[in-house]
Antibody, heavy 119, light 107 residues
Framework: QVQLVESGGGVAQPERSLRLSCAASGFTFSNYGMHWVRQAPGKGLEHVAV????????YHADSVKGRFTISRDNPKNTLYLQMNSLRVEDTAVYYC????????????WGQGTLVTVSS | DIQMTQSPSSLSASVGDRVTITCRTSQGISNHLAWFQQKPGKAPKSLIYAASSLHSGVPSKFSGSGSGTDFTLTISSLQPEDFATYYCQQYNSYPLTFGGGTKVEIK
């Protein structure tokens, strides 16, 4: 079955960097688009970024554009989110998600990793 | 950007009730709509894709309908494990957008 395990979350000061990883298993990783979605404490879901199966297409939300970068390593079955110039408002649980039959579709979710940005 | 209007934002219902949640989009999205369930402290779970197709393992008490701009999620007979927050999401175009959520509580 699909397993997505996020890591790399923690506490960071404003303007610092963190890199999240998502280890995928149970499916052919290189066949699917992959997503990052976040949820601030007590709030709803916000899409952060998506990358196509081969990494050739990427979209980032305006709220993170120029600061966050999604990438993937297909031989390692791993998705990444490089987060630079962190802001307090980036505090959230970050979920890795697997795409579906259409690359912008979300089919499965990881358990999430908490990122707290605080001075 | 496509705006998502989900209603109601919360509802109280009893075990066995039929529950309907509505999602409206600001422009037509064909059937590129998904529904997710989230319980407190847990990751979201995918229920429905393509407006009306159930993901594997999702019980048939959940159903989705709609096309264009108006969509619904129906739970035919609410059970204790169904009390959660439900989100709709469009994937017709980027940026992908979610509805604000509907919290289903026990009456």
């Amino acid at each position: 079955q699909v397993q997505l395990v996020e890591s790399g979350g923690g506490v960071a000061q404003p303007e610092r960097s963190l890199r999240l990883s998502c280890a995928a298993s149970g499916f052919t990783f290189s066949n699917y688009g992959m997503h990052w979605v976040r949820q601030a404490p007590g709030k709803g879901l916000e899409h952060v970024a998506v990358i196509s199966y081969d990494g050739s297409n990427k979209y980032h939300a305006d709220s993170v554009k120029g600061r966050f970068t999604i990438s993937r390593d297909n031989p390692k079955n791993t998705l990444y989110l490089q987060m630079n110039s962190l802001r307090v408002e980036d505090t959230a649980v970050y979920y890795c998600a697997k795409g579906g039959g259409q690359w912008l579709e979300i089919a499965s979710w990881g358990q999430g990793t908490l990122v707290t940005v605080s001075s | 950007d496509i705006q998502m209007t989900q209603s109601p934002s919360s509802l109280s219902a009893s075990v066995g009730d039929r529950v309907t949640i509505t999602c409206r989009t600001s422009q037509g999205i064909s059937n590129h709509l998904a529904w997710f369930q989230q319980k407190p402290g847990k990751a979201p779970k995918s229920l429905i894709y393509a407006a009306s197709s159930l993901h594997s393992g999702v019980p048939s008490k959940f159903s989705g309908s709609g096309s264009g701009t108006d969509f619904t999620l129906t739970i035919s007979s609410l059970q204790p494990e169904d009390f959660a927050t439900y989100y709709c999401q469009q994937y017709n175009s980027y940026p992908l957008t979610f509805g604000g959520g509907t919290k289903v509580e026990i009456k």
